[in-house]
């Protein structure tokens, strides 16, 4: 059975950074792809970033191109997050997800496109 714990979320001023961390576990992850999401008050849960295990390919969602980088750490079966120039917008429950069998970026940004999810972790940032 697949796990995913998420951790490092919590409160910063506005233009401040975050990393979040995904732990996986329960199998081997090489044919995976591993994803942000995001889940504002009263919003839809909506795509932030994918990475895939072999290779590193990644892929982002435009809103946060360019402020927040996805990254894993093969030997850990961890994923990061690493959240820059954080704006009140991206206040949000962040959730893992995993990808069970990677065959290419299409569907990519989709919630049925994965298979296990984490519970999630609360980043909230301040004007």
């Known amino acids: 059975q697949v796990q995913l714990v998420e951790s490092g979320g919590g409160l910063v001023q506005a233009g401040g950074s975050l990393r979040l961390s995904c732990a996986a576990s329960?199998?081997?992850?090489?044919?995976?792809?591993m994803g942000w999401f995001r889940q504002a008050p009263g919003k839809e849960r909506e795509f932030v970033a994918a990475?895939?295990?072999?290779?590193?390919?990644?892929y982002y969602a435009d809103s946060v191109k360019g402020r927040f980088t996805i990254s894993r750490d093969n030997a850990k079966n961890t994923v990061y997050l690493q959240m820059n120039s954080l704006k009140p917008e991206d206040t949000a429950v962040y959730y893992c997800a995993c990808r069970l069998l990677f065959v290419g970026w299409s569907g990519i940004g989709r919630l049925s496109s994965y298979d296990y999810w984490g519970q999630g972790t609360q980043v909230t940032v301040s004007s």
């Open positions: 990475i895939t295990w072999s290779g590193g390919s990644t």
């Open positions: 329960g199998r081997t992850f090489s044919s995976s792809a």
